[in-house]
């Protein structure tokens, strides 16, 4: 079945870190891949979101790259702020799939000063 | 632009009732889908509606149920509450479908006692 993965958290880093969150899925056909970000109290809001194989998604600082072929779209930031703490959250879907997104369980990042 | 908004924010109920939840998505954006996000399952796709008729599914029982309107607001139901169904419901708005962003709505964190 469908699926996304992603390595579990809880992430602390100190601020100006280098920032990886892994993230696999199991998918047919060619789905695009979102990241969502949550903070506390608050809904999921896009990061950044890529449509096609080699499509680099990037947002704030944050990227990822669509990789076909590792079925992989890890999020990475080169320099970490006190402010990107939060939990994020990987997702795929398809053009014609009426909305119905597959999220992964989702990392919470801490930064600390 | 006003967000997409949800009520109520917080609900108690006890096993056997049922509930109602609502969601109004951002202006003129004419689907909306619900997901239930749990820190064991995390988020799960309940259903997606479009100018008022379901076109997708997750796969939860026939308690969970919804409806949109004309003016697209949308409401879900649950009955006979079960203690498992404690959980934090979000509603997300998109314009059309696939690879669209969506917008978040804050939740409803419903706890059943």
């Known amino acids: 079945g469908n699926s996304v993965t992603q390595m579990e958290g809880p992430v602390t880093l100190s601020e100006e870190a280098f920032l990886t969150i892994n993230c696999t899925y199991t998918a047919t056909g060619y789905p695009s891949l979102f990241w969502y970000v949550q903070y506390p109290g608050e809904g999921l809001q896009l990061l950044l979101k890529?449509?096609?194989?080699?499509d680099k998604g990037s947002n704030k600082g944050f990227e990822a790259t669509y990789r076909k072929e590792t079925t992989s779209f890890h999020l990475e930031k080169g320099s970490v702020q006190v402010s990107d703490s939060a939990v994020y959250f990987c997702?795929?879907?398809?053009?014609?799939?009426?909305?119905?997104?597959?999220f992964g369980s989702g990392t919470k990042l801490n930064v600390k000063p | 632009k006003a967000g997409v908004t949800q009520t109520p924010r917080y609900l108690i109920k006890t096993r056997g009732q049922q509930v109602t939840l609502s969601c109004s998505p951002i202006?003129?954006?004419?689907?909306v889908s619900w997901y239930q996000q749990t820190p064991g399952q995390g988020l799960q796709f309940l259903f997606e509606y479009f100018s008022e008729t379901q076109r997708n599914k997750g796969n939860f029982p026939g308690r969970f149920s919804g409806r949109q309107f004309s003016n697209s607001r949308s409401e879900m139901n649950v009955s006979t509450l079960e203690l498992g169904d404690s959980a934090l419901y979000l509603c997300?708005?998109?314009?059309?479908?696939?690879?669209?962003?969506?917008?978040f709505g804050p939740g409803t964190r419903l706890t059943v006692l």
């Open positions: 997702a795929l879907t398809w053009l014609y799939n009426f909305n119905k997104f597959y």
């Open positions: 997300a708005s998109s314009l059309e479908q696939g690879n669209n962003e969506q917008f």
């Open positions: 890529a449509t096609k194989a080699d």
């Open positions: 202006s003129g954006h004419r689907s």
